[in-house]
């Protein structure tokens, strides 16, 4: 059986699905903080507050946890607003997975993210390894979660895989709190009402990657052959580049009146603070990383799936 925490979070939902549609609904326990409003039917659902150890152990006792996907976290600009929580939720939520899955014999995957790096890494291409010394609460976490990964890895054998995921754009589940949120707010923006006001410059250059990719990445991994396996912190990973506005030349050439208005915020610090570009050669190298989705195949697919989830929006839930 299947555990996944974080379940209603932007990745949560899509790897949901694609787990269910792999292994049966039946193998999947969804778990989050609440169940959602909207439960889909033939899914397994149970509440889990990733802080508290206790909880984890019944859960992977009464359902018999082989795999844990532990997407439970606090984004990078809520966790520089609330980094107590971030430290608590971020750094002993993994620790609590890690312990429960050595004494119960579970496999893990967790996700780290460029905001591991900071202002003395290398912006452009940035290597594996490299300098990890982030500028933010999020970006501490991170680092630490991935050295426990790193810990229980070489000590107790646990076979823990993990990423470093860049910004993830979606249309399914909206993110939440993160400085990569500007690229799918300005799609939603863009079909809802034509303008956005994004909270980064238009020179804001950040690695991104599309969701279907994403989850094809988790799973790509989490098949990959133990022994081809040789980071055991987390492996750098993207698909392509692209600034605030390169994103909006992009849309507006699908939808020509389109405007965007720059007006950045604190998060403009944390953006700044992180590469550009990623070098991912190793996932290429260890598991066969390839994206399938390049920039203009991500805009076409969103902007189709964006304009059918705003078709059926209720007006009042268009935000501006
Ligand atoms: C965020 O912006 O906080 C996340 C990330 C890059 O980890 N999307």
Redesign the pocket.
Known sequence: MILITGASG?IGVDLADALVDRYGPGKVLVTDLRVPEKVRPNRLYDVLDVTYMESIEKIIQAHDIKTIFHLAGI?????ERHPELAWNVNVNGVRNILEAARRFGCRVFW?????VFGPTTPKLNTPQETVTEPGTM?GAT?VTGELLCKFHATHHDLDVRSV?????ISHSAP?G?????WAVDMFFQAVRHGHYECFVTQETR??MMYMPDAVKSVLDLMDADENGITIRTSYNLTAFSFSAGELAAAIRRRIPDFIVEYKPDF?QD??DS?PQSINDSRARRDWNWTPQYSLDDMVDDMLKHVAERVANEPPDTNPA
């Open positions: 932007q984004l990078s600009a809520t966790g996700p780290s993210s460029i905001a999020y991170k470093r995921f860049p910004g993830i993110p709190g993160g400085t990569t949120d950040l690695p998060r944390i953006a992180w």
